[in-house]
């Protein structure tokens, strides 16, 4: 291989290995901020439920404790959708763990065929971790010391 070809080689594999970190760092950012919205946002609402149920308890039968039941109601439904956030950001979609695992194996020089039927929605989530995790090892970045990636 000339010089030229090896710089060239060089380049690809280095702009290769930022794109991966630069994944690697969104997905880490990723699940520290759903960590945070979680651990946050979720514990202040579940606090401002208890809250508003046991003042509403104290007032059942006044406007006062209607309001507070629909106060309680609201941050529910908030608790939820905040919930909801979470685990998009938490868990892989199918998708686009699959575009990205063959795009790593095409770097590694292995070609990814997927055929048989689409996967049901209960069974895309497992698919979607294994799909994330099991092309690691390939990329020389993740290559145990003294072993070829």
Known sequence: MSGIHQVIEFAITRWETQKASE???GERER???SRDLHDLVGRGLVALI???EVAAQHDPETST???LRRIAALARTALNNTLA???EMRFPDIVTELEEARELLGWAGIDLAVFGRPVRAHQRAPFAWLLREAPSPTSPSTAAPGRAG
């Open 50 to 52: 208890m809250r508003a």
């Open 85 to 87: 956030v979470v685990e």
């Open 23 to 25: 994944r690697l760092a």
């Open 31 to 33: 699940r520290r901020l």
């Open 65 to 67: 404790g209607e309001e």
